[in-house]
């Protein structure tokens, strides 16, 4: 095998035998396959496809460059990915409350992306909590805690490091094929038994349409389903933001709200869904409405937060951050009120505007060597569909200083239209099932 018939066959529209594509995945991690083939390879996926059986076989390749890992636990091992959204921390909700139900939750995460927030640069908001751990601290924290959020380590999917890093360069990041291998590939890896796919659509979404959402979501699903891991996939709406909080420090202390009981919202109700529809999966319970009741049961009775407050244990953090949070999450020193310029009703919100509002204030990266600063953000946003008056509040700004609030507060403003009572569309829009599923 050699990598220039691989991409000849991609180039004519064949799609190559798993075996090649196996060899070409290996290439990608040990080096033999050069950045120029790489990029001649995304480049030839990108406009002339792999196929349903291609797309499989590169996703398990892409698994199998690495180390797989395996689980020896008395429960079922299972997981939940996000394409991406502003106010988007239903993993810090999500992980805990399945751990309170009995099955384990090991969570391989990723940063910020673009105008997204990061799973571990939130989780990181807190003082002491470290992500980048070993396999064994990995493997201890699942087993005492039931759940644990982490970076990947090296040796996870090493062709996808290398395959990414090429097509970010090359203009091939927008492949649905790419996108599923470069999901799943790290997923499976973590020795999964289930996995939900939280698919989101809309303004503050990678993908715009419900169109778009779903012809990923079924790309996934059945890729998945067809590496060996039972998998569905809800599409759901982020037309405004999840939570009405965006940045770090801030988004857990949304968490921790839904997570304590003094406020549940639309990030609580996603977090049931999503919960829900994968205990039944994993065949925890019969059906997502049981497991539904299941979460909402655990979060009510305080299990789920004591499980959140193992894992941050654990994880570096303060042994009291559960019954004392307030106390040590960062704050920011200016705090700025955004106001509405007339009377109407918030008719549109721009998410991903507000999502780099919040890069702009130092919450997210512009270039990967940026600190984060993890008190900055957005919080108190009024969401879609209420009616204000002229000068009541729209939300709040967190910065570091004066000058930034007020470039922020412009951006604010300008990302939240006030005009007519919109129609505002459900949270979870539909399930996706593998093609041929019952």
């Not at 396999?135 to 990414?164: H, N, Q």
């Not at 310029?341 to 549109?348: K, L, Q, V």
């Not at 919040?358 to 108190?380: F, H, K, N, W, Y």
Request: aromatic share 4%.
């Amino acid at each position: 095998m050699d990598a220039r018939s691989i991409i000849a066959q991609l180039r004519r529209g064949e799609t190559p035998e798993p075996e090649a594509i196996a060899w070409f995945a290996q290439g990608l991690a040990d080096g033999n396959v050069s950045d120029a083939q790489a990029g001649a390879f995304a480049m030839a996926v990108c406009l002339r496809g792999l196929g349903d059986e291609g797309r499989a076989a590169l996703t398990l390749a892409m698994r199998d460059s690495g180390h797989v890992m395996g689980w020896d636990l008395d429960g079922p091992v299972i997981d939940k990915h996000s394409t991406g959204g502003v106010g988007d921390c239903v993993s810090l909700v999500l992980a805990p409350a399945l751990a309170a139900c009995g099955v384990y939750v090991p969570m391989i995460s990723g940063r910020g992306l673009g105008h997204t927030g990061g799973t571990l640069d939130k989780l990181e908001a807190i003082p002491g909590v470290r992500t980048d751990v070993d396999e064994a601290k990995f493997r201890a924290i699942v087993a005492e805690a039931g759940c644990a959020i982490v970076s990947a380590s090296t040796d996870i999917a090493p062709a996808d490091k290398r395959l990414y890093a090429i097509r970010d360069v090359t203009a091939t990041v927008e492949s649905i094929d790419l996108i599923c291998a470069s999901i799943l590939s790290k997923k499976l890896a973590g020795g999964l038994e289930a996995l939900v796919l939280d698919v989101k659509f809309g303004s503050g979404a990678f993908m715009k349409t419900v169109d778009e959402a779903r012809e990923l979501a079924q790309a996934l699903v059945d890729t998945a389903n067809a590496a060996g891991c039972p998998t569905t996939a809800l599409l759901t709406d982020m037309n405004q933001p999840l939570a009405d909080s965006l940045g770090n420090a801030v988004e857990v202390a949304s968490s921790m709200r839904v997570l304590t009981g003094t406020d549940f919202g639309r990030l609580g109700e996603l977090t049931i869904e999503l919960g829900g529809a994968l205990l039944a999966l994993a065949k925890v319970t019969p059906d997502a409405k049981a497991g539904a009741d299941k979460l909402r049961e655990v979060i009510s009775s305080g299990a789920a937060a004591e499980r959140m407050g193992r894992m941050i244990y654990a994880m570096g953090g303060p042994k009291t951050f559960v019954e004392d949070w307030t106390r040590f999450l960062p704050e920011a020193t200016v705090i700025t009120e955004v106001t509405a310029p007339e009377a109407g009703y918030i008719s549109a919100i721009d998410g991903e505007a507000l999502g780099l509002t919040v890069v702009g204030l130092g919450g997210g990266r512009q270039v990967e060597s940026d600190v984060v600063d993890p008190a900055v953000g957005i919080t108190d946003l009024v969401p879609l569909g209420t009616k204000v008056a002229k000068g009541e509040p729209l939300a709040r700004v967190h910065s570091s200083r004066l000058t930034q609030a007020e470039q922020a507060v412009g951006e604010v403003l300008g990302a939240i239209t006030i005009g007519k009572k919109p129609d505002v569309g459900p949270l979870v829009g539909e399930q996706v099932h593998a093609r041929g599923a019952k």
